[in-house]
């Protein structure tokens, strides 16, 4: 966010007020908004010191304070508001409507902020943008969609379906994972258990012997002394990265990207991610499309929906191939997320001028090999929980059978 000084006529006197915004378009109309009187002039300045340390302190405060809509409130809220939008009951009277009913005091919260934005003149999508991180990229998309399309309770009926389709698959994906969460705790406590207990009692016997410990058996020592000397501050020093990460994810859109090509290079998390953007993307392309939207335009509605930024930035070179003249299927295919049987299908239909049943299919596509990645989940972490299970059983094995070994054959030495 830049900062911005408007020189505003009041009751024939000039103030100076300062105030933060994306760019000069958006400070000009900001400051309309805000500012009662008649607005001279409005520049870029230089951010004072004290508005900058608020700034920081309020950015912090927000980071830890935000969170996400649950989403059970979401949903219902959702199509509770597709209802009313149906019933033709305006948007600023439906959206206090529910802020004022829910028991959700974070929703009634954003819905509440929404309606009072939309009063001051902006659109249902641009309201909801201020809270991208408490509703989600998807429920932005959706609902621009559907005032684009002119269908907003279709839109909103649909992303209701989308969104009890994706708790579901959440729902699944613990399931899946419970078994190997439940397995490495037990694997845990009995490590723990181990190192602060059993190993330690090897130490003073070899002391006592002269012998010298297998390495096995030192490194669960060091382990051991790390854990009961430095416990707490391990603990700490873990809650004070967790927090530092989360604030530079909120923050930093470079090492947000980084993070989000990490997990794009991560085994089984690189598919999950890459087949549900693309499910949605295509989805999403393919009603606005059907509702006669300009092919650009289309693009730049369904790419705001993308979560994942290295997959964001890849599909808006797409728009802005297509908006020189490049072809769909060609845009398309330079982005290299797309498979040849894809591309051949998207080729086809530009010819054949169906590209908005074909994106359908392709969305499906997409979905099915994104159910499937789901379904088998638990057979798919099954080899790597197999091999760290091993790793810990032979550490503490070789930890404790090797050292009475070696007693065995420092007391025989002895005698």
Do not use: C
């Not at 979401?74 to 009951?89: F, K, T």
């Not at 621009?144 to 379906?161: P, R």
């Not at 001028?353 to 972490?381: H, N, P, Q, R, W």
């Amino acid at each position: 966010m830049k900062y911005f000084k408007a020189t505003v006529l009041k009751q024939g006197k000039k103030e100076e007020v300062g105030f933060y915004a994306k760019d000069k378009k958006e400070a000009l109309k900001l400051a309309k908004v805000k500012y009662h009187g008649i607005i001279i002039k409005v520049v870029e300045a230089e951010e004072p010191f004290e508005e900058k340390l608020q700034r920081i302190k309020e950015e912090l405060t927000q980071n830890f304070q935000r969170k996400k809509i649950k989403p059970d409130a979401l949903i219902g809220a959702i199509r509770q508001l597709a209802v009313m939008v149906n019933a033709d009951m305006s948007i600023t009277d439906s959206l206090s409507e529910i802020a004022e009913s829910t028991e959700d005091p974070n929703l009634a919260r954003v819905f509440g902020k929404v309606a009072e934005d939309i009063n001051a003149g902006k659109s249902f999508g641009e309201a909801l943008k201020a809270f991208r991180y408490e509703v989600g990229n998807l429920t932005i998309a959706m609902i621009m969609l559907g005032e684009k399309t002119g269908n907003l309770d279709q839109a909103l009926y649909s992303l209701a379906n989308m969104l009890e389709e994706i708790r579901a698959n959440v729902i699944k994906f613990k399931k899946a994972m419970a078994y190997p969460r439940n397995v490495m705790i037990a694997m845990a406590i009995a490590f723990t258990i181990l190192i602060s207990y059993v190993v330690p009692q090897f130490k003073a016997i070899f002391e006592e012997l002269g012998a010298q410990l297998p390495l096995p058996t030192i490194i669960l020592l060091k382990l051991e002394y790390l854990f009961n000397n430095y416990g707490p501050y391990l603990l700490m020093a873990i809650f004070i990265g967790f927090m530092i990460f989360r604030y530079m994810l909120n923050t930093s859109e470079e090492f947000k990207y980084k993070w989000h090509q990490l997990l794009l290079k991560t085994y089984l998390i690189k598919n999950i991610i890459m087949y549900a953007t693309l499910s949605r993307f295509t989805l999403v392309f393919s009603e606005l499309i059907n509702a006669d939207v300009p092919v650009a335009e289309a693009l730049d509605t369904a790419v705001d929906m993308i979560d994942s930024l290295p997959l964001k930035r890849k599909l808006q070179h797409v728009r802005l191939a297509v908006e020189k003249g490049n072809s769909l299927d060609k845009a398309l295919e330079e982005t290299g997320l797309f498979e040849n049987m894809i591309i051949q299908m998207i080729r086809a239909a530009e010819q054949s001028g169906t590209i908005s049943t074909m994106s359908k299919k392709v969305s499906e596509y997409y979905k099915m090999k994104f159910d499937a990645i789901i379904d088998g989940l638990s057979e798919a972490i099954e080899p790597i929980m197999l091999i760290m299970i091993a790793a810990m059983v032979i550490l503490l094995a070789l930890g404790i059978f090797l050292p009475m070994w070696d007693m065995g054959n420092a007391a025989q030495g002895r005698g």
